[in-house]
């Protein structure tokens, strides 16, 4: 049972360019998010999902696309990377619950945009 | 959102017990109080979480004062591996749809040998 994988762990991008971080659970859970982590800040919501074929924003969705076609999978998309867009990105995966389910989170991807 | 409010860090000795508060005077009746902690380098990971009541599990105690505004977390024998930061999350049952956590600065916990 891996729990939720994201890759890649590290990658530096210019302006401009565009990628996709990837994040897989297979726990068959319906619930997905992430999350960015600035240098000693606490972590904040990007996008998150209810199940396959939903999605909506969170706190800091500016820049950001987010689709999930199955339940297992959750990629993030960075159209246009932006020097302000440099930190740590995490995944999350839960069961539905109504706020007493535990979230399991990946072990990031940190990324830098120059 | 309610909001919670922690120290900013705590220091504690190998093998002692840790008390970590966390204040949430605008708590909801419908709010959970959960922890999460963040190893370096590391993502979030559940520590416990409750309602009303003290909760036990095999990681830390949650012991939640009598009307609710207030909590402390209590690791029982701090050891190397519990310095971390520790993150105390309110979630409400009516806006908990997604994984949707509001991290605050949380309480960096050091632990001396």
């Known amino acids: 049972n891996a729990g939720v994988t994201q890759t890649p762990k590290f990658q530096v991008l210019k302006t401009g360019q565009s990628m996709t971080l990837q994040c897989a659970q297979d726990m068959n859970h319906e619930y997905m998010s992430w999350y960015r982590q600035d240098p000693g800040m606490g972590l904040r919501l990007i996008h998150y999902s209810v199940g396959a074929g939903i999605t909506d924003q969170g706190e800091v969705p500016n820049g950001y696309n987010v689709s999930r076609s199955t339940t297992e999978d959750f990629p993030l998309r960075l159209l246009s990377a932006a020097p302000s867009q440099t930190s740590v990105y995490f995944c999350a995966s839960s069961y539905r619950g109504r706020g007493n389910e535990k979230l399991f989170f990946g072990s990031g991807t940190q990324l830098s945009v120059l | 959102d309610a909001k919670t409010t922690q120290p900013n860090s705590m220091e504690s000795n190998e093998e002692e017990p840790v008390h970590l508060p966390c204040n949430h005077s605008?708590?909801?009746?419908?709010?959970?109080i959960h922890w999460y902690r963040q190893l370096p380098s590391q993502g979030p990971e559940y520590v416990i979480h409750?309602?009303?009541s003290n909760v036990n599990n095999r990681m830390a105690s949650l012991a939640i004062a009598e009307d609710r505004k207030s909590s402390t977390l209590i690791l029982h024998r701090a050891t190397l591996r519990d310095a971390a930061v520790y993150y105390c999350i309110l979630r409400d049952v009516w806006k908990a749809a997604g994984n949707k956590l509001t991290f605050g600065g949380g309480t960096r916990v050091l632990v001396k040998p």
């Open positions: 409750g309602l009303t």
């Open positions: 605008t708590i909801s009746g419908t709010d959970y």
